[in-house]
């Protein structure tokens, strides 16, 4: 039985984690969770799942978290109380918390960086959903990796796709997982994407874009801020950089074509011409699982893909016109050392104010590539944790303050 | 350096594999070839690779094969002449010749039979073209090959496929290849189909169709027999059956699938319904050279698969009606012990009827299945090689006295 801890566990993949939990519970039982502010599922998960050890990310919820723990346990003379932790200390003790195997790091965002520190420090295996943990700290991560023997498990689906068909090489047999080695025979890698919200909308269509229209998917249920950033095709810009510490693949040899069913998840093409791609429908338990079965595949009772049913798989390659910023994820990518964190930094918060209907959809990339550009004269190559972290606070306050003077046009460097 | 033997070589197969030979002069070297009648590419492919010995199937041209190589040796004083084989007993020669280290099989049809176990026997492995082997007897070839522990590699694109999408699992790690062992994980084998050249006819233009139109195939470049079983869909349904022992999944757990472009060469579906294809161009090169380098992946300067270029790959059911043949095999299969070597060469015979524009495309189905339905009463379950080599007999002399008789329609059983 494997032990699992679930950072994040109110949020669109640990909830779905804690399904799969429950669908096998031969297989795996909940050691330690971490939750945000969703007080009401979170106490529902503990009851169910009765863990060891739980987190608060916001600290001024745990006078009220311990109240209706209390009240819980009352009701409940079977139901054990957890270790109750909060802030940022707190999410770092869950998520190294001695008796779990796999550690399924679902928080979004920046914020799941240091837990997912503290749990390849601990030595734990990691589930991870949590993009910009190696894209914001890909130079920091990659070391403290090889250091501990932790492996990297890609739960995003198309990493999951790549991990999938790369089963069969010497880089899967050695479990080289995020050493950055390349793996010999693979020959390029190949990120499908939906082409997300506006896939069908003209370049001109795009000024008047709602967050209303930015937060509808067509294929993945999500979370709204990478909704967003599907629309943006930041998603996948995002999904190369991670691919590139992941699998150790030069940004020459990544690519992104347009698949608008979402039923090819990725794929990889081998030195031979061979290509190899992963399947299934659009739902992202199944690369969670995987991260947990793995090297196992479990029998699921899930729905079957049928591509008779299907019937049509198209292809295009992406309009870097329309999606601006794929291209500026790929210039981060290449520059590398802290830019890639400078961008993610830039995007989280230009997205936030999208969201909050501060800027206008198409100022979402020019924000980005403003406050990348101010950043290139302080690029640091080989930068430490606290570069990455006071960068990620820098990128943000600069979008800010370009936000607020309508500058998002002005390249400040 | 890996020492090839090709068996068949101036087929299509067996062209291709010396040219891939060709393209890499420093891993592959041939030491022994056989062929047929074809003399003259025959002699340009000895003089070419010359190997340490050859067989030609049809005796009685020894004499002159004789003749031609000692004027090349002549003319070529740096050209050493191969020892000479001739007939059936030639062919087991070269098939189990000592120094090879994998031999490829492209004999068509159930003529490459005993040149294969000879090689099975001889513990070489095998780089298996050749499909009616396994399907005409496999339950004689399954035991062999757990006997002297020689490895099947399939060289036909979709087992090819098949193979490579299993690479990562525990099937393909201990090299259980052809023992019969079932796959943990594996649920499904999904085989694709383009259709072949009637794909967008209707039923009832079959009833003109005639040889010109079944031997043009839409996709794949193949010899005139295999165009046909793939316009009757009976390469399908033996592809199948190949499948079946291959891999040791049950007929339950084989699907057909129709995808015009023939991109996706095959799929498995996993326990937990992740979906595995493997991707390439329609050439037969790719699924040769993969047995050749297997486990490793050559660089190659092949035209690389582009999906953006491809734009659609469609799927659709296969219509039962239209593709007799299909069911047939499905059949034949799940009856089992000689009813595929039955099926085989009553398909055999009645393409070869076809060709020599004696029946019409129409009543090789019928041809078969009267001939299936003739041997059900004297299924031998677990037969020896006589059996199997007997029945391949009886079966083509029961399709001539059918088909003289235009006795196709009736049943006799």
Known sequence: MKAITVLGSTGSIGTQTLEIVEEFPEQFRVVA???????????????????????????????????????????????????????????????????ADLVVTGIVGCAGLLPTIAAIRAGKDLALANKETLIAAGPVVLPELKKSGSRLLPADSEHSAIFQCLQGTPWAENARLSTGLPTPGLRRIQLTASGGAFRDWSIQDLEKATVSDATSHPNWSMGRKITVDSATLMNKGLEVIEAHYLFGIDYDHIEIVIHPQSIIHSMIELSDTSVLAQLGWPDMKLPILYCMSWPSRFETPWRRLNLAEVGQLSFKSPDTEKYPCMNLAFEAGCIGGTMPAVLNAANEEAVAQFLEEKIHFLDIPKLIESVCDLHKNELIKEPKLSDVLNLDQWARIAVREFSCKGKTRISAS
Do not use: C, Y
């Not at 009220?64 to 940022?88: C, H, N």
């Open 33 to 99: 969770l971490s939750a945000g502010r969703n007080l009401t599922l979170f106490l529902d998960q503990i009851s169910k799942h009765q863990p060891e050890a739980i987190a608060l990310a916001d600290e001024t919820l745990l006078p009220e978290m311990r109240e209706r723990l209390g009240v819980l346990s009352t009701a409940d003379p079977s139901f054990k109380l957890p270790q109750i932790f909060g802030g940022p200390e707190g999410l770092e003790i869950v998520a190294s918390w001695d008796h």
